[in-house]
């Protein structure tokens, strides 16, 4: 009896020991922005000077034709959204800042700013949603696919029209 407690205990404790080391692992993918990075944000964002709220930057390394780093910097904290800004080094060259398509009264135009995105290193799929009020029913959604060193937009949705009723934003770019 004895013998079976103790093995229960022992069981019990190597599964919160690993639990733990799972948890370290995981947080090991966000890390400090190095110095080269941060040199290419903007001079307005202000990211956040802790992380309780889990606002960290993301890094990922590439593995592909251009293989290299890119990191999702946290650039402001709002209300509703959290507006961040992607920097790419490809292992040759130095870092440098991405930019991005915005669908904006009626015309395209650019802009540096993703909205709480999110990146899948194994698709090469990013995305973001922005919202132009906290209740949402306007704003857009962005789709980009990785290729050789540039995100390529495959889909937009947007609607500039506040409406209560949106359930899917409508398209306003679709890849071929």
Request: charged fraction near 20%; proline fraction near 5%.
């Amino acid at each position: 009896m004895t013998f079976r407690i103790l093995s229960w205990l022992a069981a019990a404790a190597l599964s919160c020991s690993v639990g733990v080391t799972n948890a370290q692992q995981q947080t090991k993918t966000t890390t400090a922005l190095p110095d080269e990075v941060i040199a290419q944000m903007s001079d307005t964002c202000a990211p956040p000077t802790d992380d309780s709220r889990g606002l960290v930057p993301q890094h990922y390394s590439l593995d592909d034709a251009r293989s290299g780093d890119l990191w999702l910097a946290v650039c402001n904290v709002g209300a509703y959204q959290t507006t961040y800004e992607v920097i790419y080094q490809a292992d040759d060259a130095a870092p440098r800042k991405l930019l991005f398509a915005q669908w904006r009264n009626g015309s395209w135009t650019g802009t540096d700013v993703l909205y709480d995105p999110s990146f899948d290193p194994d698709t090469g799929v990013l995305t973001d949603q922005y919202k132009d009020r906290g209740a949402g029913g306007c704003g857009g959604e962005r789709t980009w696919q990785w290729e050789n060193g540039y995100f390529r937009l495959t889909e937009y949705r947007a609607a500039e029209a506040c409406n209560h009723n949106v359930s899917e934003l409508p398209v306003i770019f679709e890849a071929e």
